[in-house]
């Protein structure tokens, strides 16, 4: 019997077989689902690495790509879009959580785990933060992504400069105007916390 | 005469005016010009505020708007639309850098100023350095968000800890084979850097 989708746990023993190496195993324990889970989690991220690769291959963007999975189902993928859309804050990862959240009306990610090809960027692990995953699984470190050009190291740097040492400009005012939006905030009956 | 909607120098007048401090000024000079930049920018900061004001009256999310401007003229605006639209990652800025990048078709935002209501927390500040804009002007501090319960700082601080000690966790796997999605976007010949 050929089964188009065979679940996870099936593929990853079609897998085995593939290479040599299948043990039937049918006694249950720690161990053995440790196992399975570990080859769940690499399936995921080679799926997320096709992925990156079939963006690369057809030009349509960066070497990225992210898979957002919840109870062993992918839930939503997302391929840099960067210079395809016209969209700096589309990065592979903001891509999926952004596409995520919307297919699960949620502005959480509850239970939700994130595979990325390479260690998120700032910008991407602050939208991790706000998202709230359960868990961050990613396989290229930010030195192989820089060691192509794509300097994230420079904005973690950035972030940890005072003020008036950034290489772009912040300048402060009209702070007592500005907190009175916080007042009404803190007034406001019908608003949603995030 | 009334002119519905004066150029920035107009109306920075009419408010001299209109406090009593009207001085008509001939003769051009460094003072002079800062003078008038100074209005202008704390006229694009209050456009920015009155947004924010009207985001949390109305009900439709979180008290923060953000304003990006070239060459004296607002390219595009955005307010805080995470509960709204279930996108963590729609803060103000995000959708202001978005929306502008669409406007201006392209993925970078050189000679604009952003304006913020409030200092960017950790992923609207990537998003920035991404977006490379000229200028950043912020009012409340992120101490202020904080009092309110927008804990940027929490993230801050979990940006500067190792992988193993944050509290959503990071694991890495398969770095070798992800690492053949930059080598073929080094061998890729029709690519866009950004």
Redesign the interface.
């Known amino acids: 019997m050929i089964v188009a989708h065979p679940p996870p746990q099936i593929r990853a023993i079609l897998r085995m077989h593939r290479y040599g190496t299948l043990i039937l195993i049918f006694a249950e324990g720690k161990g053995t689902l440790k196992r399975e889970e570990t080859q769940m989690?690499?399936e995921f991220?080679?799926r997320a690495?096709a992925l990156?690769?079939e963006n690369?291959?057809s030009?349509a963007g960066?070497?990225?790509a992210a898979v957002i999975v919840k109870d062993g189902h992918v839930v939503a993928d997302g391929v840099n879009r960067?210079?395809a859309t016209?969209?700096?804050?589309a990065?592979a990862e903001?891509v999926a959580?952004?596409e995520a959240?919307?297919k699960?009306?949620?502005?959480?990610?509850a239970g939700c785990d994130l595979y990325t090809?390479?260690?998120p960027?700032?910008?991407?692990?602050?939208?991790?933060?706000?998202?709230?995953?359960?868990?961050?699984?990613?396989?290229?470190?930010a030195a192989?992504?820089a060691?192509?050009?794509f300097d994230d190291a420079?904005?973690?740097k950035?972030?940890?400069r005072a003020h008036a040492e950034r290489r772009?400009?912040?300048?402060?005012?009209?702070?007592e105007?500005?907190?009175?939006?916080?007042a009404?905030?803190?007034q406001?009956g019908?608003?949603?916390?995030?």
């Not at 699960?104 to 990610?109: I, P």
């Not at 700032?122 to 470190?141: S, T």
């Not at 772009?168 to 702070?175: A, C, K, N």
């Open positions: 989690i690499e991220m080679r690495i990156a690769m690369v291959r030009g960066g070497p990225f960067v210079t016209n969209d700096p804050t990065h903001v959580i952004r959240c919307r699960l009306g949620d502005f959480q990610l090809t390479c260690e960027c700032p910008m991407c692990l602050g939208a991790i933060y706000w998202a709230r995953p359960a868990r961050v699984f990613y396989a290229c470190v192989d992504a060691a192509v050009g420079f904005i973690y950035e972030l940890n772009v400009p912040m300048q402060q005012l009209l702070r105007e500005s907190l009175t939006i916080f009404l905030w803190q406001q019908k608003k949603t916390l995030y």
